[in-house]
Each structure stands twice: as structure tokens, then as C-alpha cells.
């Protein structure tokens, strides 16, 4: 089992910046890949951002790359997305996902966290 827990959501202005954590507890030598989705009301849970925790390689969806950055600290167990430039349609609960492959499907995720609300005001 692994458990994730998100935080650092909250409230910003169009233009602002967060930074979302996911720390990483019990068998996380289990999972290498750790991802971002997020999912917006009344929509299915959409990918944002994956990491491969052993080499360090990232993927991003289009809308979030040049605006978006994910990294991890692996003494911490700590997986981080740094968003900057924030629009109004970033606007979702934020989840963190741990998994053996790296993909971009919410099916392919085994653990996932509770979720951190972002909210963009324009």
C-alpha cells in the first residue's frame, strides 16, 4: 500500500503561482512513476504532469507546458508541481497518483491522494 497526501491548493489570481505537494508514505519503493491529474466540476479527471521518480523524466499535457513544473525529492518521498502563469481554466481539485507505468491514463494509477483544491480567479 502507498499513501498519498496532497497539499497547497488554495486561492490565487489569474497570473499567480502555487506549488502543490504530494508526500509519499508506506511501500513507495513499489511505484516509480508519480503523476498530476486534476479534475475540473462536472468533468472527467484529466492528466497534468507525470515524473519517473529513478531517472527524473517528465511529461506534460500542452495546455500546462512552459507554465507548469514537476520534480521530486526522493529523500523525502516528495513529488511537487510548481504552477506558474495561472489561468482561470486551471481551476480544479488537484490529484497526485502513484503507479508502475508511465502513463497518462487514470486507469493505469493504483494510489491516489484526496485531492488539493486550486481555484484561479480572473
Known amino acids: 500500500q502507498v499513501q498519498l497526501v496532497e497539499s497547497g491548493g488554495g486561492l490565487v489570481q489569474a497570473g499567480g503561482s502555487l506549488r502543490l505537494s504530494c508526500a509519499a508514505s508506506?511501500?513507495?519503493?513499489?511505484?516509480?512513476?508519480m503523476g498530476w491529474f486534476r479534475q475540473a466540476p462536472g468533468k472527467e479527471r484529466e492528466f497534468v504532469a507525470i515524473?519517473?521518480?529513478?531517472?527524473?523524466?517528465?511529461y506534460y499535457t500542452d495546455s500546462v507546458k512552459g507554465r507548469f513544473t514537476i520534480s521530486r525529492d526522493n529523500a523525502k518521498n516528495t513529488t511537487y508541481l510548481q504552477m506558474n502563469r495561472l489561468k482561470p481554466e486551471d481551476t480544479a481539485v488537484y490529484y497526485c497518483?502513484?503507479?508502475?507505468?508511465?502513463?497518462?491514463?487514470?486507469?493505469?494509477?493504483?494510489?491516489w491522494g484526496q485531492g488539493t483544491q486550486v481555484t484561479v480567479s480572473s
Open positions: 497518483g502513484s503507479g508502475i507505468y508511465y502513463s497518462t491514463r487514470v486507469r493505469d494509477y493504483a494510489y
Open positions: 508506506g511501500r513507495t519503493f513499489s511505484s516509480d512513476v
Open positions: 515524473i519517473r521518480r529513478s531517472s527524473g523524466n517528465t
